[in-house]
Structure formats: C-alpha cells, structure tokens
C-alpha cells in the first residue's frame, strides 16, 4: 500500500515504491495510456519546490508536452500537445513528477475505457476519469489531476477507495484541458489523502497553508438525499446512516429547527435536477463534440452520438429552465450557508458495479457539478467488501473550509477506514 506523500524530503525510497507498483501491477490495472517510471527511479531531494519528487498523473484529456495526449479517443492518436496546460505547468514548476496519462472516456464524454476497478478488477472504476481513480486506488501515484463535468472526479474517487475534491467552479485554471461544458467544467483531485489535496490545491492556486480543521463538537453537518435518493440501495443508505450517528457519537451537534427547514427547502428543489443537469452537459458538449463525429466511422462510441442527438432535441425552452433550476438551486444551497457548516450525502448511489460496459450512475456527484460548489468524497464507507465514498458539499468559493471540515469529519470515522490502495486478482483477493 502506497502512503500518503509524507512531503519534499521524503527522498527517492517513496519515488521508487511508486515505480514498482506501476510496474507490478499496471498490466492489470491499466489506469494509464502512457506512462514512464524511469524519472521516478532516479528522483533525488534536490529538485527544489513544495512538491518536489512527488509522483503525479494526468488525464489524458489535459495537455502534457512530455507524453501524448490523446482526449481518449482513436481520433486524436498520436496528438502530442507543445506544451503543458496550465494546472500541469505548475505543478511541473513546484518539482512534481509527470509519471504519466491515464485513460479517460473519449473526450471525458464516451461510455467506458479498459481501466479496472484495483479493488476489484470485474468492476468499473468510474468514469470519465476512470485511470486517475485507479491510479490513486491501485497505489501507483499519491494524486492525480482528473476532471468533472457531471460525475467524474467524486464517482471513480467513491468507487476506487480515494479522495476526492471537486472545487468550486473556475477554482483551477482550464487552459489547456479539452473542454466539454464549459458551465460546469472542471479540473479535479483524486488523492491518496486530505494532506496530498491540500498541498496540492495551494500550488493550484499559489496560496500557503489550509485552515486548521473545526472540532467536530462545533461543525454543524446537514444531511441531505440527492435527487430522490431512489437509484441508492438499502445498503447504501445503511452505510451512510452508521457514518451519520457514528459523528453524532463522537459530538457532532444536533441542527437546530431553522436549519432542518433549511435543507428540506434545498432537498425539495433537488429531485430531478440530474436530468436537467445532463440537458446543460449536453447541449453545450454537443459543440465540442460534432466536431469530431466527422467524417462518421463506424467505431464512434455511440454515447458520443446519442449525446449529439440529445443536444439536437432539446428545445430553448428545456434549456432555459435547466438554467432556471440551477439558479434556485444555487439561491437555495446559499441560504443553507449560515445555518450548516457542511452538507453530507452518499457520493455514489453505490459501491462499483459489476462490469465495464458502464461507468455507473452519476446520480450522486451531478448536484455539485450543477450548482458550482466544492465537493470532496471520503473513503469511509464500504458496501459488500467495496469501498464507497461520504461526500460533503461546501459553499460557493469556501473551498478551504469544506477541506478543513473534510478533515474533522475523516479523522472521526477512519477508526476502521477500507484500504486505500489493494491491488486485487483476477478473482478479487487482496494483493
């Protein structure tokens, strides 16, 4: 099991483990496209910078100048970008190790990719950024940049047993990353730990230490069931009652009646908005899209074009009011910023399912992506033996809080955490 980045002087021992866990277990995992251990194996302490020979990959629908970035589709093989986008670059500039690119969905759109679940190699890990799941899952690299449109950041977090940050929208730089929808675009971390989310959203964003985290006695946690709750299982909801009263064991405060009004307000507005999310993706990814659905070719993953054709039948008037929902959303959510501190949820409506043919639900994840705000997943709970994620969700731009408070809450409930990184067999027994 990888550890978390214990920081800049941890020498090239850490480097080398990263090395020779992508060597061992990559052939079954296939988290990336391409990939090069060789710099890890000859990383030293004097590179300088805040992350200084940390091992990072990279979705491959953001540019790297040192390895090909191919937006996950046969269209653009060979596509070797001049230079680096922006959130690499400084990474890059604070001493990180590019170690490769791992796979995406084509365009961060398709329907799946070759990537395996490292905890259990017949289920999926997530999509669109499925390889920077498995990448964190399977131990190979403390974090890797990924991104989110709808789901893709906090789903393959949730399903490969990894953290998770989704940040408030336009947080990160997006230069250099292939767009999709560009009103709820992204770049995304999926670590190995909070501490690795922190370093390197400070470089991200060129500002120094984190807030230190509440007492739990004082963090007032509103507890929501995104968009209806129904596609979740009882188990599910089981594993997320236990995290809720094991918090209220250890002293999380009991809302008063102003914020339980509050949340019910914002759940009332909640169910459905999934859909109505996916009529912004698609409408606006339908432009990124048709682009390169010509000339046709028979081995177009055929999500891409029914997600054209979505976009074709959608009318001003669905597309005005996905709009208008997701402005009461936003006014609702806002109100709730004096009354809680967090809002917490399931991040997926389950552990992994079975198979590649689909990345699951996105059910979950869809609420931040379409309001705009933070959301981190925890892995803290687990379904039938698999890892699943506790998503909390921040107000607008209060990034740094939402991790502080992602801090207090994970601290209560690692007593017994699910392993962060098992690489598993083709029958699914720990490595």
Same mark, same amino acid.
């Given at each position: $099991? &990888?550890?978390?980045? !214990?920081?800049? =002087?941890?020498?090239?021992?850490?480097?080398?483990?990263?090395?020779?866990?992508?060597?061992?277990?990559? @052939? +079954?995992?296939?988290?990336?496209?391409?990939?090069? =251990?060789?710099?890890?194996?000859?990383? %030293?302490? #004097?590179?300088?910078?805040?992350? *200084?020979?940390?091992?990072? *990959?990279?979705?491959?629908?953001?540019?790297?100048?040192?390895?090909?970035?191919?937006?996950?589709?046969?269209?653009?093989?060979? /596509?070797?970008?001049?230079?680096?986008?922006?959130?690499?670059?400084?990474?890059?500039?604070?001493?990180?190790?590019?170690?490769? $690119? =791992?796979?995406?969905?084509?365009?961060?759109?398709?329907?799946?990719?070759?990537?395996?679940?490292?905890?259990?190699?017949?289920? =999926?890990?997530?999509?669109?950024?499925?390889?920077?799941?498995?990448?964190?899952?399977?131990?190979?690299?403390?974090?890797?940049?990924?991104?989110?449109?709808?789901?893709?950041?906090?789903?393959?977090?949730?399903?490969?047993?990894?953290?998770?940050?989704?940040?408030?929208?336009?947080?990160?730089?997006?230069?250099?990353?292939?767009?999709?929808?560009?009103?709820?675009?992204?770049?995304?971390?999926?670590?190995?730990?909070?501490?690795?989310?922190?370093?390197?959203?400070?470089?991200?964003?060129?500002?120094?230490?984190?807030?230190?985290?509440?007492?739990?006695?004082?963090?007032?946690?509103?507890?929501?069931?995104?968009?209806?709750? #129904?596609?979740?299982?009882?188990?599910?909801?089981?594993?997320? #009652?236990?995290?809720?009263?094991?918090?209220?064991?250890? %002293?999380?405060?009991?809302?008063? *009646?102003?914020?339980?009004?509050?949340?019910?307000?914002?759940?009332?507005?909640?169910? %459905?908005?999934? +859909?109505?999310?996916?009529?912004?993706?698609?409408?606006?990814?339908?432009?990124?899209?048709?682009?390169?659905?010509? !000339?046709?070719? !028979? +081995?177009?993953?055929?999500?891409?074009?029914?997600?054209?054709? /979505?976009? %074709?039948?959608?009318?001003?008037?669905?597309?005005?009011?996905?709009?208008?929902?997701?402005?009461?959303?936003? +006014?609702?959510?806002?109100?709730?910023?004096? *009354?809680?501190?967090?809002?917490?949820? &399931?991040?997926?409506?389950? @552990?992994?399912?079975?198979?590649?043919?689909?990345?699951?639900?996105?059910? $979950? @994840?869809?609420?931040?992506?379409?309001?705009?705000?933070?959301?981190?997943?925890?892995?803290?709970?687990?379904?039938?033996?698999?890892? $699943?994620?506790?998503?909390?969700?921040?107000?607008?731009?209060?990034? /740094?809080?939402?991790?502080?408070?992602?801090?207090?809450?994970?601290?209560? &409930?690692?007593?017994?955490?699910?392993?962060?990184?098992?690489?598993?067999?083709?029958?699914?027994?720990?490595?």
């Amino acid at each position: $099991m &990888l550890r978390p980045w !214990p920081g800049p =002087t941890a020498g090239a021992g850490y480097a080398e483990e990263s090395a020779d866990r992508i060597d061992r277990y990559e @052939p +079954e995992v296939r988290a990336f496209t391409h990939h090069d =251990t060789a710099p890890l194996r000859t990383t %030293g302490d #004097d590179r300088g910078g805040a992350l *200084a020979g940390m091992p990072v *990959a990279v979705k491959e629908i953001i540019d790297s100048a040192d390895h090909p970035t191919e937006w996950g589709s046969d269209r653009a093989r060979g /596509r070797r970008p001049a230079r680096n986008a922006d959130v690499v670059q400084r990474l890059v500039d604070a001493g990180a190790t590019v170690v490769g $690119m =791992t796979t995406s969905t084509p365009f961060a759109c398709g329907t799946t990719t070759p990537t395996r679940n490292p905890h259990a190699l017949g289920h =999926t890990p997530g999509g669109s950024s499925a390889g920077s799941g498995a990448a964190v899952g399977a131990g190979f690299v403390p974090i890797a940049l990924a991104t989110q449109t709808g789901a893709s950041t906090i789903r393959p977090a949730s399903y490969c047993g990894a953290y998770g940050f989704k940040p408030t929208h336009g947080r990160y730089p997006m230069a250099g990353v292939h767009p999709v929808a560009e009103t709820l675009d992204d770049v995304g971390l999926i670590a190995a730990s909070l501490r690795d989310i922190d370093r390197v959203d400070a470089v991200l964003i060129g500002r120094a230490a984190p807030e230190p985290p509440p007492r739990l006695e004082e963090l007032r946690i509103g507890w929501v069931v995104l968009d209806g709750g #129904d596609e979740a299982g009882p188990a599910a909801w089981q594993a997320l #009652d236990r995290a809720r009263r094991r918090l209220a064991d250890v %002293g999380a405060p009991p809302l008063t *009646a102003a914020a339980e009004d509050a949340l019910a307000a914002f759940q009332s507005l909640v169910p %459905g908005s999934t +859909e109505r999310m996916f009529d912004v993706f698609a409408a606006e990814a339908a432009r990124h899209i048709s682009p390169h659905l010509t !000339p046709p070719d !028979p +081995e177009t993953d055929p999500r891409l074009i029914e997600l054209v054709e /979505r976009a %074709g039948s959608l009318t001003d008037e669905q597309i005005i009011a996905a709009h208008a929902l997701r402005r009461r959303l936003r +006014e609702a959510h806002a109100r709730l910023a004096g *009354a809680v501190d967090v809002v917490a949820t &399931l991040s997926t409506v389950g @552990p992994a399912p079975v198979g590649h043919a689909r990345t699951g639900s996105r059910t $979950m @994840p869809a609420t931040a992506s379409y309001l705009g705000i933070p959301a981190v997943s925890l892995p803290v709970l687990s379904v039938d033996g698999l890892p $699943m994620g506790l998503q909390l969700l921040g107000a607008d731009g209060e990034d /740094r809080g939402l991790l502080a408070a992602a801090h207090a809450v994970d601290g209560a &409930l690692r007593d017994d955490p699910f392993p962060l990184s098992a690489c598993t067999d083709r029958q699914g027994s720990t490595s």
